[in-house]
């Protein structure tokens, strides 16, 4: 169980296109679902926390007009990087928590922009 | 306030012998603790939590911690590695609502044949 997917696990796109990114979570009903950004050989940084039917909550530093999410219902959220520039390339991962403290991460979508 | 110290970046063992990586935290509460491996190019998959139950936690492959609250420790171990256990290990402990992560820095373990 608590299994979680993101697709596309990933995406090429040319610098000022738009690119989005889905999380979710196939067993279970996830109550909040956080998106990190990840750079090579370092940690995970959370950019962002959303719960089902209302707004994230961004990080500091992190811009949320260009980092999208939508948290449509319990099992789906997205994340779209909005006009994308190089300095975006990264590994994205989300994860996902149900009512406990747990958090299911995903395989994670690499982004690389041109 | 909450935080995660991997007291080393990189472990290097060979095949069949003992694992130890430590972690230690540092929290105003009991928190929960969890360590969590991450193969190359994927995402972080769960290999055990302590959730102020049971001290020695088991989780999968053959790994367990203990928690020791007077060393604020939860150190990662397992009696004897195998290839397949050559990834990043991450040791997290959570906020106190329960809804935010605090990472450790990860430690790269390598296993030599």
């Known amino acids: 169980g608590a299994v979680v997917s993101q697709h596309p696990s990933r995406v090429i796109c040319k610098s000022g296109t738009s690119v989005k990114i889905e999380c979710r979570s196939l067993?279970?009903?996830?109550?909040?679902m956080f998106w990190y950004r990840q750079f090579p050989k370092q940690s995970l940084m959370l950019m962002a926390t959303?719960?089902?039917?209302?707004?994230?909550?961004?990080e500091q530093g992190v811009e949320k007009d260009k980092f999208l999410i939508n948290h449509a219902s319990l099992t789906l959220s997205t994340l779209t990087v909005t006009s994308a520039h190089p300095e975006d390339s990264s590994f994205y991962i989300c994860s996902a928590r149900d009512w406990g403290e747990t958090q299911y991460f995903g395989p994670g979508t690499r982004l690389l922009v041109l | 306030a909450q935080s995660v110290t991997q007291l080393d970046s990189h472990v290097s063992v060979s095949e069949g012998t003992p694992v130890l990586l430590r972690c230690n935290y540092s929290s105003s509460y009991s928190p929960s603790l969890f360590w969590y491996v991450q193969h190359p190019n994927k995402g972080l998959q769960l290999l055990l939590k302590y959730t102020s139950a049971a001290t020695l936690v088991k989780g999968i492959n053959g790994f367990e911690a203990e928690f020791k609250k007077s060393e604020t420790s939860f150190h990662l171990t397992k009696p004897s590695a195998h290839m397949s256990d050559a990834a990043e290990y991450f040791c997290v402990v959570s906020g106190n609502t329960g809804n935010q992560f605090y990472f450790g820095t990860g430690t790269s373990l390598t296993v030599i044949p």
């Open positions: 959303s719960n089902e039917g209302s707004k994230a909550t961004y």
């Open positions: 067993d279970f009903q996830a109550t909040t």
